[in-house]
């Protein structure tokens, strides 16, 4: 019996049913707002330690969106593999407080005052990643980067592109931990509606990974174009299958385009920037192999453009996602609208008007989101033509004071007050019949339980050991060599990666991992009797 069908009985027996998201999505049609904090373009105002100010801002943020109409923030939390939020993977964002690694006063946390703020008005929010993007002022922000942001820890794992600026390489497998570790600290803190991408993969055709391709492919590719998407794939699937066990949705906002007729009879009839091809971001696969739970394609041209009609692009789009479950936002670009002049189609929001009646129209089309807040607040002319076109199609929104959220307590923990898992001594263990001591009982974290690492392993036959300079336990049997890290939810088994649902944890200097590692390792049937209390674990 294949790894996979193992994985697969046991997640059966011993993991709680999942509900689909779709089935309890909200039929509100979307009518969202993205807010960007790279270069404080939306957020903050200034950069600053000083939670008082933060606050005020994002109060003023809230407030203004609800009385335009929105009814979901996309706040961008990591804009250049930074944090807008205390992190254990990536320091504090310069573009929050004006220094990497520098933390807000008074132990304020922004990403859970925004949620609390959010939801005290009856607003969603959506956690908005960049998961490769490292800098977006070259040489100079690489250098002032905080000493423990990963890629001052690991240079390797930096690629220089022709712009100038370095990202991380998405074909290192420790490149795509960190995301994903990045990632399940968001969705296990914080209770945000959604987590997001936008359409920032691999910068462009020219990124120097060829000796990452030649060490990484092993034969499963025969070009790097593919080897590339493969890895953005992995990247979005995985993201998709740990955003659902937290039952919360996972969606992208690519590029409107993803590929051209006139190159791919799948392709829409545009004749613009690939992502398939530029950016390696095979954005209807996604939609096809059900990765994602919305897609947001980032349509940003009017009525009639030459080379990518809004009209055909969205028919397509609309197209791709009919009868696939997946949702379809079209992103609007009234940034346009607030940058126009008189005698421009986008002037005054005439064109995003026309565009939100044409999504309204379509009812393969779930609702649009808004590029961006801090452009469009400002224009006066912008802001009431969206305000008032909501105000149309709903009871209307009238200016009202923010609602601050209450002081009350989360029903997930604090990043920094971590719920302590309940000990279990009363479980009892046995492999291959024969029950194992040791000194470290076992303990039941959301629901799953972890039992000691070492003990069960060397019961089974296999060498454990402790790799210090790296953070992690190794375990070897038979030629099979699984690695896991204490607090990652990535269990590594030879070349292959897979997630788990609740990561392993140091209890009295002794790692403990959860049950469905152990079958995801080697390949061993686990048991569990509730009555008893008791785990049994036998080779097949």
Known sequence: MSLKKLAFILTLVLL???LSIGANASEEPMHGVWVSTVYGLDFPSVATTDSGKLKADIDTIVKNSKDTGYNTIFLQVRPSSDSFYPSDVFPWSKYLTGKSGQAPSDGFDPLKYWVDTCHAN?????????????????????????SNHPAKQHPEWLVKYSDGNYYFNPGIPEVQDIVYNGAAEILENYNVDGMHMDDYFYPGPDFNDNHTYQKYNNGRFSNISDWRRNNVDELVRTLHNLSNLYGIEFGISPSGIWDNMKDN????????????????A?????????????????VYWEFGHSAADFQTVAYWWADVCDGTGVKLYIGLASYNGAEAKAGSVWYGGKETVKQMDFVA??????????????????????????????????SGYDEVPVVKPEPKPEPKPEVNEPAKPSVSSDIAIYVNGSRVKFDTAPVIENDRILVPMRAVFEALGADVRWEQNINTAIAERNG?????????????????????????????????????????????????????????????
Request: zero cysteines.
């Open 361 to 394: 129209a379509d009812s393969r089309i779930a609702g649009e989101i808004h590029f961006r807040y801090k452009l469009i607040n400002d224009n006066e002319l912008m802001r009431k033509a969206i305000k008032n076109y909501y105000a149309q199609s709903s």
């Open 265 to 280: 009879p799948l392709g829409s009839n545009t004749n613009g920037r690939s992502s398939y091809r530029q950016l390696f």
């Open 480 to 540: 099979q060599v699984m690695k896991v890290q204490p607090g990652s939810y990535i269990l590594r088994l030879d070349d292959e990666r897979h997630l788990l649902d609740v990561p392993p944890m140091v209890v009295e200097q002794r790692i403990l991992m959860p049950l469905r590692a152990i079958s995801e390792a080697f390949g061993y049937s686990v048991g569990w009797d509730n009555q008893t209390k008791t785990v049994t674990i036998n080779e097949l």
């Open 122 to 146: 009856g607003m969603k929010i959506h956690a908005w990643i960049n998961p490769y993007r490292v800098t977006k002022g070259g040489e100079a922000e690489l250098s002032n980067l905080a």
């Open 16 to 18: 709680p049913l999942i």
């Open 282 to 298: 095979d954005s209807r696969g996604w939609v096809k192999k059900g990765y994602i739970d919305y897609i947001a394609p980032q």
